[in-house]
């Protein structure tokens, strides 16, 4: 009887002709202080759930997700569901001042949003100051149920996070930083789901170590959480088949390494040995640098390890270990051509919506520029001359976050004072942006949004500048995804370049990396109202203005506004 009945509930479910509407899913993320000790430092960090990295949040394509987070930190707080479209939803974004005013001390926020038309690997983290350091996890959106991959099921999931470890507090960092002008304290680790990995002194039990079957395909989930680098990865011995990326399906291709910037995920099909190999091999990452600043030049090493044969002789840590060969820390040729194989996978289930026809053209120039020194009684900054500190723009600009956040000023009309609707389309003062730089490298501050109707086609050409060295962006965009239908060096040539686009099977993504001394061209349709960031997802560039934000206008139908804002949004 009772097996007859589990049999006619799996053949219901089997014969459901279409796919379920989606549940709700609920969530409770506790912000609290919690001890972790790395490389022999011990800290007290913030941390979600006490768990670091933080829990990961599971949920299906077109459930809604219901996650309270509460406040239990002397610091604000503010979480950001980092890739998801958040259609009509925007005061669930997350990122302080812009769609909420922060969580305080004791407080708590429903944060209340349905994931539509999306399925795969995204991840959430802190969005205010650099507390993302620390609080961050993977958002894992499985496809709806009884809809499969386009490639084939993995034996099983594993999520990889690459963090970066400080010893110090990651808040006096660039505290301090900002008030010298200089560049913040790199990192002393990388890490893979939050540990260095034996490369690192004081480390080797802190590893993380994936055990495998021969003869299986594992699904890696990895996301670069990492602060301020860009990184490559790669296993020895053993080659992956990339097949998504910021969660969209990608045409399938192999590869030794991959290349990640922070902001990204990238799912890879790991296909083990077909036979025990009697060898263990390092999984390592070490980053893709390109700036003229100090970076955190080390490598954080995780170990795949192959389930011995139940006679094995040897002690598992006496097998041989292999190391892979990571590309150059500097290897732009190689960040070109990985990025050049990412193409949409453009499928009959899973189409590349690449618009046609633009309705408006934008160009902005991203890369870094100078404040002057604030300090006062003649004491120096430590900036690029002790008369300067470090800044950083879009077209100029060196966005400063306002006191209220944008999203509840342009809702309830009072916008004046706290942003103007006036972001430049080009660059106000045009120069050779990747020639010689300018004698003035000084740039301008305020709080401008470019404001868009509601489903305006839009193209942006984002182009480095070579101010203090040219430098790999990786632009985010929330709200979004965007398509990247191209990629180029030196200066954008608005008559040559367009001729190349790719508007067939673009990479559909939501942080392109702007190559070093070059230029990225993107299309969107801007059908989301609300307020949306777009930043460097290098936290260091950010805090120094390396930032913007598009306003979008509700659409004339009642599907096509924003929602009105939770009772309990925090205020300011
Ligand atoms: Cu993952 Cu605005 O950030």
Sequence with gaps: MASWLLFSVFSFVLLLPEPAAGITRHYTLDIKMHTVTRLCHTKSLVSVNGKFPGPKIIAREGDQLLIKVVNHVPNNISL????????????ADGPAYITQCPIQTGQSYLYNYTVVGQRGTLWYHAHISWLRATVYGPLIILPKHG???????????????????????????????TLTGGGPNVSDAYTINGLPGPLYNCSAKDTFRLRVKPGKTYLLRIINAALNDELFFSIANHTVTVVEADAVYVKPFETNTILIAPGQTTNVLLKTKPSYPSASFFMTARPYATGQGTFDNTTVAGILEYEQPKHAKTNIKNLPLFTPVLPALNDTNFATKFSNKLRSLNSEKFPANVPQKVDRKFFFTV?????????????????????????????????TLPTKALLQSHYSGRS???????????????????????????????????????NTSVELVMQDTSILGAESHPLHLHGFNFFVVGQGFGNFDPNKDPKKFNLVDPIERNTVGVPSGGWAAIRFLADNPGVWFMHCHLEVHTSWGLRMAWLVLDGDKPDQKLLPPPADLPKC
């Design 147 to 177: 809809v499969p991959y386009p490639f084939p099921k993995p034996h099983k999931e594993v999520p990889m996070v690459f963090g970066e470890w400080f010893n110090a507090d990651t808040e006096a960092i660039i505290r301090q930083a």
């Design 80 to 91: 950001h569901w980092h890739g998801i479209r958040q259609l009509r939803s925007g005061w």
């Design 367 to 399: 890369g870094l520029g100078t404040n002057p020194c604030n300090h006062k009684n003649n004491q120096t900054c430590q900036g690029p001359t002790n008369t300067t500190m470090f800044a950083a723009s879009i077209s100029n600009i060196s966005f």
């Design 416 to 454: 004046d004072g706290v942003y103007s609707p006036n972001f430049p389309w080009n660059p106000i003062v045009p120069f050779n942006y990747t020639g010689t730089p300018p004698n003035n490298t000084m740039v301008s501050t305020g709080t401008n949004l470019m404001v868009l109707r509601y």
